[in-house]
């Protein structure tokens, strides 16, 4: 049950991770983060690992687009 909530919410964050890569939109991956380390925390409970993958997977395409946006953009 906690693997369907974690890939429930890394479809949501990697959803908005992606509405974010928009120029002008990018401030939009300061909320996207802590959204996909909480669907990680709760992915590392489960027995099953593609929750935490999907959810990690968001984090890092945030992390990413923050980096070449030098912050904000």
């Known amino acids: 049950m ?3 909530f974690s890939v429930l919410w890394g479809i949501i ?7 974010s890569f928009i120029p002008l939109l990018g401030w939009g991956n300061w ?5 996909a380390v909480v ?5 590392a409970f489960s027995s099953k690992r593609s929750g935490l993958y999907l959810n990690i997977i968001a984090l890092l395409l945030a992390m990413f687009r923050l980096m070449i946006g030098g912050g904000f953009i």
């Open 2 to 4: 906690l693997n369907f």
């Open 13 to 19: 964050t990697l959803l908005l991770a992606v509405i």
């Open 31 to 35: 909320f996207v983060i802590p959204l």
């Open 39 to 43: 669907g990680a925390i709760i992915g």
